[in-house]
T-cell receptor, first 115, second 110 residues
Framework: DAMVIQNPRYQVTQFGKPVTLSCSQT?????MYWYQQKSSQAPKLLFH???????NEADTPDNFQSRRPNTSFCFLDIRSPGLGDAAMYLC??????????????FGPGTRLTVL | GQQLNQSPQSMFIQEGEDVSMNCTSS?????WLWYKQDPGEGPVLLIA???AGELTSNGRLTAQFGITRKDSFLNISASIPSDVGIYFC??????????WGAGTKLIIKP
């Protein structure tokens, strides 16, 4: 089945220790998104890639970076995690960004714990 | 900025009851999406709406894109235990930004 895969599902890191979360997709979608979701809140968009074009949200901290080496994979790098970065990180994809059919499909998420 | 109000914040219902939740926006949206999220999982798309007035069903779920393009509702008929979770609406504005509601938490009373 075509899907969005996130690894690992659970990640524990230490305060200040860089961590990388990964996402892959078999949908061959052009757009890949990274969201941060804290408990009982809506997902908050961090940034997205439209093909190789990186689009950062204005309020995304510099501590968060992303890489998309190819169509299938996208990575979220947190350079120096703080306690406030503990959250669920969701990867999503959509076929396009601005055309009519642009639903976003989500992966299962990675729960990040910062000690 | 854009405001998207989702209500109710939470619902306690009996199994078998019908459920209704809605979202209203301060501005016009081109697309409405309804997602369900189970604990520890990513949101799953339930229904996508693209035209004002559009009424779409997915099993026991029905959603409508309001005529004014500023609102949408989701109805669930004859609720069952697996319906519990958090339901999010999301609207896409003219700048193709996806704006999320705060979610409606559905709880079924034992």
């Amino acid at each position: 089945d075509a899907m969005v895969i996130q690894n690992p599902r659970y990640q524990v890191t230490q305060f200040g220790k860089p961590v990388t979360l990964s996402c892959s997709q078999t949908l061959n979608h052009n757009v890949m998104y990274w969201y941060q979701q804290k408990s009982s809140q809506a997902p908050k968009l961090l940034f997205h890639y439209y093909d190789k074009d990186f689009n950062n949200e204005a309020d995304t901290p510099d501590n968060f970076q992303s890489r998309r080496p190819n169509t299938s994979f996208c990575f979220l790098d947190i350079r120096s995690p703080g306690l406030g970065d503990a959250a669920m990180y969701l990867c999503a994809t959509s076929r396009d960004r601005s055309s009519g059919v642009n639903e976003q499909f989500f992966g299962p998420g990675t729960r990040l714990t910062v000690l | 900025g854009q405001q998207l109000n989702q209500s109710p914040q939470s619902m306690f219902i009996q199994e078998g009851e019908d459920v209704s939740m809605n979202c209203t926006s301060s501005s016009i949206f081109n697309t409405w999406l309804w997602y369900k999220q189970d604990p520890g999982e990513g949101p799953v798309l339930l229904i996508a709406l693209y035209k004002a007035g559009e009424l779409t069903s997915n099993g026991r779920l029905t959603a409508q894109f309001g005529i004014t393009r500023k609102d949408s509702f989701l109805n669930i008929s004859a609720s069952i235990p697996s319906d519990v979770g958090i339901y999010f609406c999301a609207g896409r504005d003219s700048n193709y930004q996806l704006i999320w509601g705060a979610g409606t938490k559905l709880i079924i009373k034992p």
